[in-house]
């Protein structure tokens, strides 16, 4: 899977001031999931005003697809059919000494959409599923504020993965 982009504290106006950071390394897969009229799904995450695509942490045992459509069972409430990849994005979050990679694909709704499921810190979180176009989702995540050094983080990471979903479609690769 091609490398999109490395996130650094500094690209989203961060500066935390660390040497010889250990990393902790965690790895996650999410998908931008077209449904039947070519809207996809997006959560808002209504505590620190952002977007967000579905999806989360590779648990134990697990392997990136299998992880992927649990979490995009969990948070849109659709099983799905991965159709391709978008890329990774790696992100540097020297506040947390944490290295995410996060893989990203394209898929599509396979069979009845159902209620999420979230847990109870996407609850307390606020998390919202909606249905937006592409273009749409670009737009919101674009305008969207987070609040939190976390929310940052996902707002650039999820952006690139939508741009560069965008221009894949656009040039028929997926």
Known sequence: MDLIKEIY????GYNYESINISYKIRKASRSIVVNDSQ??????VSK?????LPGGGIEAGEDIKTALNREV???AGVNIDVLGEIGTII?????HELLQISYCYYSEVKGDIKKPSFTEV???S???LKWVTLDEAISILEDDAPDNYLGRFIQSRDL???KSAKCLLNSSNI
């Open 73 to 75: 069972m969990e948070e």
């Open 48 to 52: 620190n005003n952002y977007h967000k």
């Open 9 to 12: 504290e500094k690209d989203i």
């Open 160 to 162: 690139m993965f939508l």
């Open 122 to 124: 996407e609850r307390n």
């Open 126 to 128: 606020g998390f919202q």
């Open 91 to 95: 992100e540097y979050r020297d506040k």
């Open 39 to 44: 809207k996809i799904a997006l959560l808002f």
